[in-house]
């Protein structure tokens, strides 16, 4: 079956509908000239006659409003076709995967049009991030998981070869290696189902004060180590959410805390806020400069990327984080605290 374009079909409905306009017009005025004639009795009168000039005119007359349509019609074909041609090159284009390609208006479009350009040049820019966030995503991975296998591989095979002898402590460090990289996977998994909108939540009602010092207390040997100290300054608040999911996210924080901030008070505070429970991690610095503050939500990002990696960390924390809280329906900020450090809240819906 042959295809015609829209161009063709378009000019052949302006001409049928040119050529149907001119004969209904003449159809139209020789009708009337039969009908008077018939309900007269009498022959056409000289007042319907037509001489040859008569004629000409009528016929330039028409002529011009064929031409007048047919330019008129073909400035609204142009109007139509532009977007649509430069659509289906710039689909095209993505299809074969060129991402960056993007359609245009052309000089005043129609609103329909606009709106549809508009759309594909937005689908194509999500694809492109998209694109762009899976070859990151792939790189950050493969970085972070070479690190520890390697050195897993290395003592492992220095231990089949005899070259270190089947220590405790060797044993204790490989041990540590792989409960990080299970916490990386773990990490992982949460961001995968979170983007996927397949995070389940178990909710249930917590005494908030009585969850965060429980947490507290679990973190406070290894804050004492590393010459922190974890303040209090918690008020009455009960929230429905899922405890586990919050205990992960509170402990992403403080680690992130313990291993980053100048060693001092790290405060920890919640209180009842706009129908819902809001929880902050503040330190006494050094900082987190604006510019990193509004990204410092985003996956393997590091406020300090040469000192986190020296410190450890996969920079999937604070994605998680997010991850969780965007889950419940809440929201995260990041803003400078009262101590000169950075204060991490967290505000949760009470969905009770």
């Not at 015609?4 to 306009?21: A, D, E, M, P, R």
């Not at 004060?209 to 008020?235: C, R, T, W």
């Not at 991690?281 to 503050?293: F, Q, T």
């Not at 996969?314 to 889950?327: D, F, H, K, M, W």
Request: glycine letters at 6%; a neutral charge.
């Amino acid at each position: 079956m042959k295809l015609h374009s829209i161009k063709h079909q378009l000019n052949w409905l302006i001409l049928k509908v040119t050529l149907y306009s001119f004969v209904i017009s003449f159809g139209t005025f020789f009708a009337w000239v039969f009908y008077t004639t018939f309900r007269s009795g009498h022959p056409v009168g000289d007042e319907f006659a037509f001489d040859t000039a008569d004629w000409v005119q009528l016929i330039i007359s028409t002529l011009l409003t064929v031409l007048v349509s047919v330019l008129t019609a073909a400035g609204f074909v142009r109007k139509i076709l532009f977007p649509l041609q430069s659509l289906t090159v710039s689909a095209r284009q993505v299809a074969d995967g060129d991402l960056s390609a993007r359609a245009q208006q052309g000089e005043k479009p129609l609103a329909e049009m606009s709106a549809l350009v508009d759309d594909f040049n937005q689908m194509a820019a999500r694809l492109e991030n998209a694109s762009r966030d899976i070859r990151t995503w792939n790189a950050a991975i493969a970085h972070e998981l070479r690190t520890p296998v390697t050195i897993l591989r290395g003592r492992l095979q220095g231990l089949a070869d005899g070259i270190f002898p089947p220590e405790q402590q060797l044993f204790v460090n490989l041990v540590k290696q792989t409960d990080g990289l299970s916490h990386l996977i773990d990490d992982l998994r949460t961001l995968s189902l979170a983007q996927s909108g397949h995070l389940r939540l178990s909710r249930s009602t917590i005494d908030v004060p009585q969850e965060m010092a429980a947490i507290a207390a679990l973190m406070e040997a290894d804050f004492k180590a590393s010459q922190h100290s974890l303040v209090l300054d918690l008020h009455p608040a009960q929230l429905c959410c899922d405890a586990a999911r919050l205990r992960q996210a509170m402990l992403a924080l403080l680690e992130n805390a313990r291993r980053y901030a100048v060693s001092g008070v790290v405060v920890i505070s919640c209180r009842e806020q706009q129908q819902g429970v809001t929880i902050s991690v503040e330190d006494e610095g050094p900082g987190i400069s604006p510019e990193v503050a509004a990204t410092i939500w985003d996956a393997f990002v590091r406020g300090d990327d040469s000192r986190s990696r020296q410190r450890g960390g996969s920079g999937l924390g604070l994605a998680v984080v997010r991850a969780i809280v965007l889950a419940h329906g809440g929201e995260v900020r990041c803003t400078p605290g009262t101590l000169h450090g950075t204060r991490f809240t967290l505000w949760l819906p009470d969905a009770a």
